[in-house]
């Protein structure tokens, strides 16, 4: 069996972005796989040392060049080979979907690890939109999996705490922080990754296209109160601090 990953770059959380006629300009931050996406690279590569039948982990990624470093950082976690679909265009859940989809399908992939929720578009969408192109069962929010044969078992959250479940592959399984603790990338890992396999396609192959047009973005800021603490004591300046701060700059309850 095949394992498909799939891996999208998206600016670190600390770093510094910037707004460029009428869009998010990334020009000098610094950009990291997705934390939900890593969770499921780091998954698919413990079920494979885990002892599972698993042939091949593959690594998928669409969008413009840059998101190759991405892959590079994927590869060289584990994973065998990678697929870069490269593309100017952002594309929202469900365009994404539809390549992911046939990916899997061309690949013959029996299961799809996708992260929960994408932090660019801050959406749930991916996972169930591509299970539902493929007729596949969808796992979502797992926090504990297992593949015994040729069925999942494990754990996932819902809205009431979290259950128990078992499902026959093929599906699609979404992931989420406290599936796994993500691995780091070794040296000798890193030269091995620049050898293993990354195939170019063009988006054109997968008949994808946005079907949301981005027409303006902005950055939400707040200004700075600027103001200064001083000519007290610690205890005195302490409490002034926790009162502007709930007040003033409400960001305490």
Not at 202 to 209: E, F
């Amino acid at each position: 069996m095949k394992i498909l990953t799939l891996v999208r770059q998206v600016p670190d959380a600390e770093a510094r972005v910037k707004i460029s006629a009428q869009r998010v300009d990334l020009e000098g931050s610094t950009l990291v796989i997705d934390g939900m996406d890593e969770y499921g690279v780091e998954e698919a590569l413990r079920l494979r040392e885990g002892g599972a039948a698993v042939e091949e982990v593959l690594a998928l990624a669409v969008g413009p060049k840059r998101v190759e470093d991405a892959l590079r950082t994927a590869l060289a976690m584990g994973v065998d080979r990678a697929i870069h679909v490269e593309t100017d265009e952002a594309l929202d859940p469900i365009a994404l979907s539809r390549v992911v989809a046939q990916v899997a399908q061309a690949e013959s992939v029996g299961l799809v690890l996708v992260g929960g929720q994408e932090a660019d578009w801050d959406s749930q969408a991916l996972g169930a939109a591509t299970a539902e192109r493929l007729g596949w069962a969808q796992l979502t929010w797992t926090n504990e999996l297992k593949l015994v044969g040729d069925a999942l078992t494990g754990r996932h959250d819902v809205d009431d705490g979290n259950e128990s479940f078992r499902a026959a592959l093929p599906a699609v399984v979404t992931t989420q922080q406290g599936l796994n603790e993500p691995r780091y990338p070794t040296l000798p890992n890193i030269m091995k990754a620049k050898r293993k396999e990354l195939r170019k396609d063009s988006l054109d192959q997968y008949g994808a296209r946005p079907t949301v047009r981005v027409v303006n973005s902005e950055i939400q800021t707040r200004a700075r109160l600027n103001k200064m603490i001083d000519g007290k004591d610690p205890q005195a300046a302490a409490a002034e601090l926790l009162s502007l701060l709930r007040n003033e700059a409400k960001v305490l309850a």
